[in-house]
């Protein structure tokens, strides 16, 4: 009789030695990549994992963080060789070289189910890729003109609403030994920025998004009418000196002594500002200006997301977490301490003076890009940002700027 | 000797060489003194812009023990030493097996497979990056200190057997010869005959070859991606925060991961220079 | 009759082998044996990825899907691509600036050529950035450059003259990294020098001092022919270290402003590996590119030790 008991045991013990080296679950376990490394997404990120380990105790999270830079070229190796269950990473075209290859999976069905095409309605539009939806959004944050309060006020400038409203600023502003805009451009993605409100202000929403995903050709004059207005920033030299030469935190220098009034920038730029001595009376936010009157406003409002690979193992659990962190009150809990929004729009509006302004702002945009380097592919979006570098360093290089990226663009978007 | 030696000069050229030296170095560390300014440093200087002044707020205390709190510093270190020391030991044995059996033995291929190793070492990294980093994948590598010390071993090999076969070429050849008359076998030859012998160019190479693979920062960017096998030097880009710069916390950390190469030079200074040198001095 | 005796009585008529098959072997197996855990490695890690970049690139390649064959035509974009050719002319730029660590290390170690108490410390002193990391150099010379805060800033006004923004700008920004990058290089130069004078003959310097030989003439003539092994080290060093120059571009340029300090080591790394970077093979063509470049002084460098190894035998 023992003889048999112990048999059985081993047996037992053989064949889940065997399932665990096969690699099943036994229990639900889950895995996930993130590039959560600030203090701040890791503190959100273990919130998260606790609160969804909480309300479903048959489940195991565990996380992998990864370097916010080093992680941009991981995920191409793991969504390959040993698939996490999600992985973080960001919406639109910076989808698509992962979607076109299989390599994330669909979750369409996770959207329908919990109706998230109305609750994350905003971000919608940039998680959809050939009519399917491939990730769960969980933050973005506001893009805008921060600028000095108290500046403007010793001169008696009013908020610029239009175009010229702002080049009447900035002439002001020069007048007076002032440099109107802050800039580092050392890392080119603040060009970006730049490229796409003026676009967006120009040409409208739309335009930028067929420009981005390769329908209009870079010499289109359309393209060109928005250098012109670039022209007018760019050739006075309203932009700061030797803006190449920075990366965009240390173009705040400038800003928090006064020798710049005004910085185009996300709201990540606010910690550092406040940290830097600037207090709150003097550090204003405004919209960016209308350009094109009559032309509804988009904002640029870079989103961060969860992802499946198609090669996950636990799907089943993966997507009850995407589910879990779509919620509203999730995602007020996480944006709390990350210090930026959440995409849910019945989540709880923020307190802080610049969240609460750029939620109003948002909620009420016309619609949300993605941000340059996240809307165009990229190959494109490097040389794109390149060559507004080059641009606003050299305003009469346009010519052969936007001719090289044409010939870019006709490569890349075959 | 040359130059005239200095007490054959003038006083006055004396004078000038004693305080100019000083002066001299000080220019020339200026460097690295900015980058320990830098280090004691809180992050509202850097946001002001006072790169150079003394520091408005002396955090010594503060930085470096934030660098190790908040930040995977010490990680990075110990995954330095991991990959560092295991290369080092592969290396150098591949490396005397390998210079001796080209330095002691005549064969047909012998300058061949020299010239091999001598060559191989000089090929730019690029053309080893997209093949490499694929070998690791495959052989399920990639991302570890395993298959970083591995890659490094095998590259390593060629300098290291180079400057091994010259060095037991060098060796008086009655030594061995006695050997073989004594009946050893040549597996016997190379333990207790030219390994004992060989030991002060594997001191000049174990200390050449930690500072190089200490110090790698492209092959650790390349096949290294999450912070748990992250090397220093690849990690010190990390310690900037994801939006905004933390300069005083990189300097901080560079500080500290710049010592255990320095210790070592300091301590071996001679055998760190006689690798260096080792062909110099040929006629 | 016992046995002993009738073996004792029967010489052979041949010897008998003593010897194994092993000891018989062992003189042409023994270096193979030795030298093969060295050469697998090398083969696996150095000489076959080689031969596989080159296949790579004639490969239409995004790394994360299949890879579709297209012969030259990465090398034929390359001819038409601006970028590669401002690589081109930045290594070239990179290839003689860099050399400048051989006169400068050589002046350093002249001057530093005495007898003086502290004289030991001084050199390691002097020696001290050849071994700090390279990635902590570039952060300190931006730094340096920076045009609003830096030091260089302050130099010049010091000079009277304007500030000058090094690395934004496109016709200085290569030659300020070389700057930068000569900063360790120089210290290599400068130790490789210094054994190098420590070993001169005496008797020489002697002679020709009593022959009136000061100064220059006796540098150029007595002093640096006896140099001639550590100058063709550190030839050597210097070209290699100059054509793969990589981690002082991308710490402290990344390639800019826009493109403008990339050199091929660099552009490659962008284009196969980096965040907007997913074209393998024409990476990997750039790569071979580099690689046929370099084969070049490689071959050279063979060559001369090959003559040595002649002349020594």
């Known amino acids: 009789m023992k003889q048999k008991h112990k048999h059985n045991l081993r047996k037992i013990a053989l064949l889940s030695a065997l399932l665990v080296a096969s690699g099943w679950a036994i229990s639900g376990d889950l895995v996930i990549n993130t590039d959560a490394s600030d203090p701040a997404p890791k503190a959100a990120f273990d919130a998260l994992v606790k609160g969804f380990e909480k309300a479903n105790p048959d489940v195991h999270v565990k996380v992998n963080t990864f370097d916010h830079e080093g992680y941009k070229t991981s995920i191409r190796n793991f969504l390959t060789a040993e698939a996490p269950d999600l992985a973080n990473w960001y919406a639109g075209n910076r989808m698509a070289p992962f979607v076109n290859a299989g390599l994330f999976e669909d979750v369409s069905d996770v959207w329908a189910k919990e109706g998230l095409n109305e609750s994350l309605k905003s971000a919608a539009a940039s998680m959809t890729i050939n009519g399917k939806k491939w990730g769960i959004p969980y933050t973005y944050y506001q893009w805008g003109v921060y600028y000095r309060k108290d500046i403007f006020a010793k001169l008696k400038i009013a908020e610029p609403k239009t175009w010229d409203d702002l080049i009447k600023a900035c002439a002001t502003l020069k007048a007076n030994k002032v440099t109107p805009f802050a800039i580092g451009t050392k890392a080119t993605w603040t060009t970006g920025g730049w490229f796409d409100y003026l676009d967006m202000r120009v040409n409208g929403y739309e335009f930028h998004m067929d420009l981005t995903s390769g329908k209009v050709p870079y010499t289109d004059a359309r393209v060109q009418a928005v250098f012109d207005k670039w022209d007018q920033l760019t050739k006075p030299n309203y932009y700061l000196a030797n803006h190449a030469s920075y990366q965009w935190q240390e173009a705040l220098p400038a800003f928090v002594k006064g020798d710049a009034a005004m910085y185009l920038m996300g709201n990540f730029a606010v910690a550092p500002m406040k940290e830097a001595g600037l207090k709150e009376d003097q550090l204003g936010f405004m919209q960016f200006p209308e350009i094109t009157k009559g032309l509804p406003k988009a904002e640029d409002a870079p989103t961060d997301t969860l992802h499946i690979p198609a090669k996950a193992k636990n799907k089943v659990d993966a997507k009850r977490f995407l589910a879990y962190m779509a919620k509203p009150e999730v995602q007020t809990e996480m944006n709390g301490i990350l210090g930026q929004l959440p995409v849910n729009k019945n989540a709880t509006r923020p307190e802080d003076t610049y969240l609460k302004a750029g939620f109003n702002m948002l909620s009420n945009a016309y619609a949300l890009g993605q941000f340059y380097d996240r809307d165009a592919p990229a190959e494109m979006a490097k040389a794109g940002m390149d060559g507004f570098q080059q641009y606003m360093l050299k305003p009469a290089d346009r010519k052969a700027i936007l001719e090289r990226l044409e010939q870019v663009r006709q490569r890349v978007y075959k | ?283 | 009759m016992n046995r002993l005796e009738s073996f004792a009585d029967h010489a052979p008529t041949h010897p008998v082998p003593a010897t194994t098959w092993w000891s018989r072997h062992q003189m042409r197996l023994v270096p193979w044996l030795f030298l093969s855990p060295a050469l697998a490695m090398f083969l696996l890690y150095v000489i076959a990825p080689i031969f596989q970049s080159i296949a790579i690139s004639f490969y239409d390649w995004d790394g994360l899907g299949a890879a579709k064959y297209i012969g030259l035509d990465n090398y034929r974009e390359l001819l038409h691509d601006p970028d590669f050719f401002t690589a081109l002319k930045n290594n070239v730029i990179w290839f003689f600036g860099f050399l400048l660590a051989l006169p400068l290390g050589l002046g350093l170690a002249l001057a530093l050529n005495q007898q003086m108490f502290g004289i030991r410390l001084a050199k390691s002193l002097f020696f001290f950035p050849f071994v700090i990391s390279q990635v902590v150099i570039g952060l300190v010379f931006s730094w340096f450059y920076d045009p609003s805060n830096g030091l260089l800033l302050h130099v010049l006004g010091w000079l009277g003259m304007d500030p000058v923004a090094v690395l934004s700008d496109e016709n200085l920004v290569t030659y300020g990294i070389v700057v930068a990058g000569l900063y360790p290089q120089t210290a290599y130069c400068m130790i490789l020098y210094l054994t190098g004078l420590n070993n001169l003959r005496p008797d020489l310097i002697e002679a020709a001092r009593l022959e009136g030989a000061k100064g220059w003439t006796m540098l150029y003539h007595i002093v640096l022919p006896q140099l001639r092994p550590a100058t063709f080290i550190a030839v050597v060093v210097t070209i290699i270290g100059s054509l793969r120059s990589f981690d002082m571009i991308s710490i402290m340029t990344q390639g800019g402003p826009y493109g403008q300090s990339r050199v091929l080591a660099y552009y490659m790394y962008e284009q196969a590996l980096s965040e907007y970077g997913y074209r393998m093979g024409y990476g990997t063509a750039i790569a071979t590119v580099l690689f046929l470049l370099m084969l070049v002084y490689i071959v050279y460098v063979l060559f001369r030790v090959y003559q040595q190894e002649k002349e020594s035998d």
Request: aromatic share 14%; glycine share 8%.
């Open chain 2, 1 to 283: 000797m040359f130059p005239t030696p200095l007490h054959q000069t003038r006083p006055a050229t004396q004078w000038l060489f004693r305080i100019g030296l000083p002066l001299a170095l000080l220019v020339w560390l200026l460097p690295i003194i900015a980058v320990l300014m830098t280090s004691v440093r809180g992050a509202a200087d850097l946001s002001n812009g006072n790169y150079w002044g003394l520091p408005s707020d002396w955090r010594i205390l503060e930085n470096y023990t934030a660098v190790f709190r908040s930040t995977p510093l010490a990680g990075f270190i110990l995954n330095s030493f991991l990959v560092t020391i295991p290369t080092v030991i592969g290396a150098l044995a591949l490396a005397c097996m390998a210079g001796f059996a080209l330095g002691v033995y005549r064969f047909r291929l012998n300058l061949l497979v020299f010239f091999l190793f001598v060559g191989g070492n000089f090929v730019p990294f690029q053309i080893l990056m997209v093949p490499v980093r694929d070998l690791s994948l495959r052989l399920g590598l990639y991302d570890s200190i395993a298959g970083l010390a591995l890659f490094h071993i095998a590259f390593q090999t060629g300098f290291c057997t180079f400057f091994m076969r010259n060095f037991i070429r060098e060796l008086p050849r009655e030594l061995i010869e006695a050997a073989r008359v004594e009946g050893a076998s040549e597996i016997q030859i190379f333990y207790k005959v030219v390994l004992p012998l060989v030991r002060p160019a594997v001191a000049a190479l174990s200390v050449l070859v930690f500072t190089f693979i200490w110090n790698d920062y492209f092959w650790a960017t390349v096949l290294i991606q999450g912070n748990h096998a992250m090397p220093v030097t690849g990690g010190l880009k990390s310690l900037n925060g994801m939006w905004v710069a933390q300069w005083h916390l990189v300097s901080a950390g560079s500080i500290v991961a710049a010592l255990p190469p320095v210790a070592i030079f300091f301590l071996m200074q001679k055998h760190f220079i006689a690798g260096l040198t080792f062909g110099a001095t040929k006629g």
